[in-house]
């Protein structure tokens, strides 16, 4: 049974050895951090930079195993509480296909539904991550149409972002893969 709790500094060891290739580094943050690889000192300094921030909030995913993933909550705005916007999803390079990150996004959803009360939580995700759009899809995200397509530039290439988000239902029932 997959758990969250808030990020501690000493999770970023095991966190930054998932990220085995550049190109899936990238696909994890694009372009919010100068080099890869990167180190767990790198990642606990990008977070101390937010440590006084009250719209962000990193969280573990861990079960009896151990830490099994990793991803950050924010208020995109911080006037309205209504939303929060999931980034940095990542799950351990062993574990993946295994349900984990499924289980972990709905867990995600969960809480900011249950606990954060918004209304509605969004993501982006690069078109050239099928896979993580597949599990979006099937944790209830749908695709957004966006008023301008955010895009990077990744490797020598632009990679455009799928907006994506999941709508609070007052009246749904929930169903095994449904917050």
């Given at each position: 049974?997959?758990?969250?709790?808030?990020?501690?500094?000493?999770?970023?060891?095991?966190?930054?050895?998932?990220?085995?290739?550049?190109?899936?580094?990238?696909q994890?943050?694009?372009?919010?951090?100068?080099?890869?690889?990167?180190?767990?000192?790198?990642?606990?300094?990008?977070?101390?930079?937010?440590?006084?921030?009250?719209?962000?909030?990193?969280?573990t995913?861990?079960?009896e195993?151990?830490l099994?993933?990793?991803?950050?909550?924010?208020?995109?705005?911080?006037?309205?509480?209504?939303?929060?916007?999931?980034g940095?999803?990542?799950?351990?390079?062993?574990?993946?296909?295994?349900?984990?990150?499924?289980?972990?996004?709905?867990?995600?959803?969960?809480?900011?539904?249950?606990?954060?009360?918004?209304?509605?939580?969004?993501?982006?995700?690069?078109e050239?991550?099928?896979?993580?759009?597949?599990?979006y899809?099937?944790?209830?995200?749908?695709?957004?149409?966006?008023?301008?397509?955010?895009?990077?530039?990744c490797?020598?290439?632009?990679?455009?972002?799928?907006?994506?988000?999941?709508?609070?239902?007052?009246?749904?029932?929930?169903?095994?893969?449904?917050?």
């Amino acid at each position: 049974m997959l758990r969250l709790r808030p990020y501690k500094a000493c999770d970023a060891e095991i966190i930054t050895a998932w990220l085995k290739s550049e190109y899936a580094f990238r696909q994890w943050s694009a372009d919010r951090y100068d080099n890869y690889p990167i180190c767990a000192d790198d990642m606990n300094m990008y977070y101390d930079k937010e440590r006084n921030n009250a719209n962000l909030f990193a969280m573990t995913a861990f079960d009896e195993t151990g830490l099994v993933g990793h991803f950050t909550m924010r208020y995109p705005q911080s006037e309205n509480l209504d939303e929060v916007r999931l980034g940095f999803v990542i799950v351990d390079d062993k574990k993946r296909g295994m349900g984990y990150g499924k289980e972990m996004v709905t867990l995600a959803v969960q809480y900011a539904f249950d606990f954060l009360k918004v209304k509605k939580v969004s993501l982006g995700v690069f078109e050239n991550n099928q896979t993580a759009l597949h599990c979006y899809r099937a944790c209830g995200f749908t695709e957004v149409s966006a008023e301008k397509v955010e895009s990077y530039l990744c490797m020598g290439e632009t990679w455009n972002c799928i907006e994506m988000e999941h709508v609070y239902l007052p009246n749904h029932t929930k169903g095994a893969d449904c917050p």
